[in-house]
């Protein structure tokens, strides 16, 4: 499979690894929009949010789980926000599920607030 977060969960491509367990690996963004941004990735490949299945459902409470231990493990305080994009009108490039983690500024809402690090 050419998927670039497979690569990544399997250390072809390096990254800046901020959490890993069993089903999860989290890492530092290379476009960040906002002073923390991690992208946060179940291990098993699943192409976008529209391929979530009753079998496969459990890693997406893995993600959120690993969300809470890394907000803990930085001290993030004041919030935080997940986002996941699913497909190309979404700003979907990466076809692999991924969950932004955004922190370290207040945030609004609408998707021009997203760009907060500008």
Wanted: glycine letters at 6%; hydrophobic letters at 45%; aromatic letters at 8%.
């Amino acid at each position: 499979m050419d998927c670039l977060f497979c690569k990544i969960i399997n250390g072809e491509i390096p990254s800046a690894k901020v959490y890993e367990d069993e089903y999860v690996y989290a890492f530092k963004d290379i476009a960040p929009i906002a002073p923390i941004h991690y992208l946060i990735i179940p291990k098993t490949h699943i192409s976008g949010a529209n391929e979530i299945t009753e079998e496969n459902s459990a890693l997406v409470a893995k993600v959120f789980e690993a969300a809470a231990k890394i907000a803990k493990a930085e001290n993030i305080e004041n919030g935080f926000r997940i986002i996941t994009n699913c497909g190309d009108d979404a700003g979907q490039t990466v076809k692999h599920l991924h969950f932004h983690l955004l922190a370290g500024v207040k945030m609004g809402w609408g998707p021009e607030s997203v760009n907060a690090a500008e």
